[in-house]
């Protein structure tokens, strides 16, 4: 039952498995705090990933479906809607009805051309939110993981970070948790330590509003993460400069 943390979290359990791990929980108070804490780094993902739409987007698309004339029902040969006699239409009816076919292809050049402004900010959305799925895709991985573990870690200088592994994926996650902005083009940088064993550096956090964070394979037999202050690009020398925290490794 412990095996399904992950996989709840993410609601991608059958309502028979989730009513009897949310069972389980009222007894589990490791199973409750996991699952809190993947949940809450499943949320911070999601912020990170939201975009504003372009402004004036939701005008233009309201805009266009009032000038969009919906068609007529179909009707099938010879069904009873259909009229049985033609009837020849006065002059004046020919003649309005040619004035709306040309104010139509007006009005239809100006609402292509907001439809083709339209495709192309939904074809940029698309590529954008293709290129986030490839970055996140192994981060959903993760977290969907049977035994993945979450830990939280503080650091002295404020925030902290969630660290999320698993062995079966020989994967972690390191997530800035409202780390400060270092000075000077600063960045943190992750590093996995096995035992007296030189650390080895599972990625540099990248900058970001929302907090960032870095995912590593090859954990190997590695029992603690720690987090180091580096120069913009990560160390020089391959080994942590400035250590700021250490916490072991959740899993």
Known sequence: MHTLAGAFALDAVSDVERAEFARH????????QEVAELRATAARLGAAMAEEPPP?????????????????????PGSPDRPRRTVRAPRWAVLVSAAAAVVGLAAGGVFGGI???QQRELQAAQSRLDQAKRQYEPVAALLAAPDAKAAHGQAPTGGGVTVIASRS?????????????????????AWLITG???????GVLPAGPDGSLVVADGVGDADHVALSVEQAGGSPSGAPTDVLMSMALPA
């Open 115 to 117: 439809a083709l402004t």
């Open 56 to 76: 004036g987007f939701k005008d233009r698309v309201m805009a266009a479906m009032h000038a969009t004339r919906q068609l007529p029902p179909r009707t099938a």
């Open 196 to 202: 007296s064993a030189a650390p080895r550096s599972a």
């Open 25 to 32: 929980l009222d007894q589990c108070e490791s199973c409750a």
């Open 169 to 189: 994926l020989n994967r972690v996650m390191v997530m800035d948790a409202g780390l400060p902005a270092q000075p000077g083009g600063k960045v943190y940088e």
